[in-house]
């Protein structure tokens, strides 16, 4: 099981780079960066690819709305190259609030796109001239539109790779079905090992049915914060306010993802309180009302025997690579957390 960490640059997003590589001595596999509507991620993964050695390095993710497919091709290409070989293309389709609200473009055919965009992205990366025609996106561009100029054109570079690693976040059951029969890696959210399998396991048999044997297996990235000890059970009341952000105010009634996630989980009445009180902007209601087993099932906090457990449930649900976020009051603090877990993984 790898180790990843999300990056976290509250304090300064340079001086978290520079503790990056305290990381990579300690083992840490892979970081994550996240773009929503704050800097672009690209900038920032560059910075880190040229910061370390050995890190892999991911977007987590990249909305797949924001950039065209061709432009995701190119960034990609450009920072496995930066990375010598150490890139992650991470994509999602993200939601409504965020491209429809910042970045002033229509949510739609969110799968449909998805599956045209990793195409285009792996026809790129081949070097092969690009002459596509899809339902969402046509390149180069037909007769009747644009200037007429256009021609089939393929990457003028020689990316190091031809095939960067393709993540995608996904949580619906078809875009779950459609990772696991295109992409590399999936990730999805508020992940609860024991559940998995009854809220995801038929999406990702049936996606797997239709797999190129080529692309290996499928690695599935779990969540989970991470704080080790007798006495840190009260940080799980830090994961109350974004999991009511995200199954409360992330959308409107019957088009909230994470809502319905968690109504599968089985928690119907506590997802639809949650909601209906963070859409009347009863925020600290609507997150006491988040279910506890929720907040402990998608943690790893408690004592040690306590977390090796979590760990074992996770590897046997299939998670093969783990996103945590250390919680500790310093970077010795953090760097001790990312050693043990490395250490009980491996254990596990």
Known sequence: MRIGMALNYAGGFKETVDELADFEKAGLDIVFVAEAYSFDAVSQLGYIAARTERLEIASGILQIYSR?????????????????????????????????????????????????????????????????????????????????????????????????????AAIG?????????????????????????????????????????????????????????????????FGRPMAALYIGGMGAKGKNFYNDLCRR?????????????YLDGKKDEAAAKVPQELLEKMSLIGPEGHVRERLAALKESGVTTLNVTPIAGDHKGRLALIERVKELAAEV
Not at 101 to 122: D, K, M, N, Q, S
Not at 134 to 143: F, I, M, N, S
Not at 203 to 211: Q, W
Request: aromatic letters at 8%.
């Open 68 to 168: 065209t497919p061709t432009l995701m091709a190119m960034t990609a290409a450009g920072l496995d190259y930066v990375s010598e070989g150490r890139f992650t293309l991470g994509l999602g389709a993200s939601g409504p609030q965020v491209i429809e609200g910042f970045h002033g473009v229509p949510y739609t055919a969110p799968l449909g796109r998805t599956r045209e965009i990793v195409e285009i992205c792996r026809t790129v990366w081949r070097r092969e001239r690009l002459q596509y025609e899809g339902k969402h996106y046509t390149v180069p561009l037909p007769e009747g539109q644009g200037t007429g100029l256009g021609k089939p054109l393929k990457i003028i570079n020689h990316p190091v790779r031809a095939a960067v690693p393709i993540l995608i």
């Open 265 to 277: 989980y089985g928690w119907e009445k506590e997802a639809e309180e949650i909601q209906d009180l």
């Open 173 to 237: 059951p078809k875009n779950v079905e459609q990772t696991a029969e295109i992409a590399n890696a999936w990730q999805p959210i508020f992940y609860v090992p024991e559940k998995a399998a009854d809220v995801w396991g038929a999406a990702l048999d049936a996606g797997r049915a239709r797999r190129d044997p080529a692309l290996g297996g499928l690695d599935i990235v779990g969540q989970a914060p991470l704080a080790i000890g007798d006495d840190v059970q009260g940080f799980l009341e």
